[in-house]
T-cell receptor, first 112, second 110 residues
């Protein structure tokens, strides 16, 4: 049981480049989400999904895109990277109301 | 005012001390989570509570729904307990979104 697999762990981008952060879970959870964590701040929700084919915006969605073609995968795309997107990104997978809440190990992204 | 407030923001204690971290919230909730994040590390769920009290090893979590308050206690604290402890609530009618506290940074000195 791998839980939540998030890749890459580290990435350096130049301003304007695009990239995709991958997130996969093997627990058949319907609910998945992406957060960013900046120094001294709490987690902020970027996008979330309540099931395959269904996504919605969180608190800070601008500059990011998501899709959910399968239950297992929930990739996060940075369309045109900006220095303000330098952060640590976490993917989470959960079954609400059950206590099943798991996070990926995080992806540290630096945009130069 | 944040919907989820944690106190204290920072806590330093000696090994062996009894630790209490508090979480207050202002919205109706269906559940409350306590999570742990070690420096530079991932985030691990410790407890989910909707009522009463839960215990796991040296960790105890309580919740008072009427007072909209939860506490996380650590008994016989150890340096390996040093971490950020985060409270998050599942608000009612929120489409399962979590509302996060800012976290409490705990340092246990040997």
């Amino acid at each position: 049981n791998a839980g939540v697999t998030q890749t890459p762990k580290f990435q350096v981008l130049k301003t304007g480049q695009s990239m995709t952060l991958q997130c996969a879970q093997d627990m058949n959870h319907e609910y998945m989400s992406w957060y960013r964590q900046d120094p001294g701040m709490g987690l902020r929700l970027i996008h979330y999904s309540v099931g395959a084919g269904i996504t919605d915006q969180g608190e800070v969605p601008n500059g990011y895109n998501v899709s959910r073609s399968t239950t297992e995968d929930f990739p996060l795309r940075l369309l045109s990277a900006a220095p303000s997107q330098t952060s640590v990104y976490f993917c989470a997978s959960s079954r609400p109301g059950t206590g099943e809440l798991f996070f990926g190990e995080g992806s540290r992204l630096t945009v130069l | 005012k944040n919907e989820v407030e944690q106190s204290p923001q920072n806590l330093t204690a000696q090994e062996g001390e009894f630790i209490t971290i508090n979480c207050s919230y202002s919205v109706g909730i269906s559940a409350l989570h306590w999570l742990q994040q070690h420096p530079g590390g991932g985030i691990v769920s410790l407890f989910m509570l909707s009522s009463g009290k839960k215990k796991h090893g040296r960790l105890i979590a309580t919740i008072n729904i009427q007072e909209k308050h939860s506490s996380l206690h650590i008994t016989a604290s150890h340096p390996r307990d040093s971490a950020v402890y985060i409270c998050a609530v599942e608000a009612q009618d929120s489409n399962y979104q979590l509302i996060w506290g800012a976290g409490t940074k705990l340092i246990i000195k040997p």
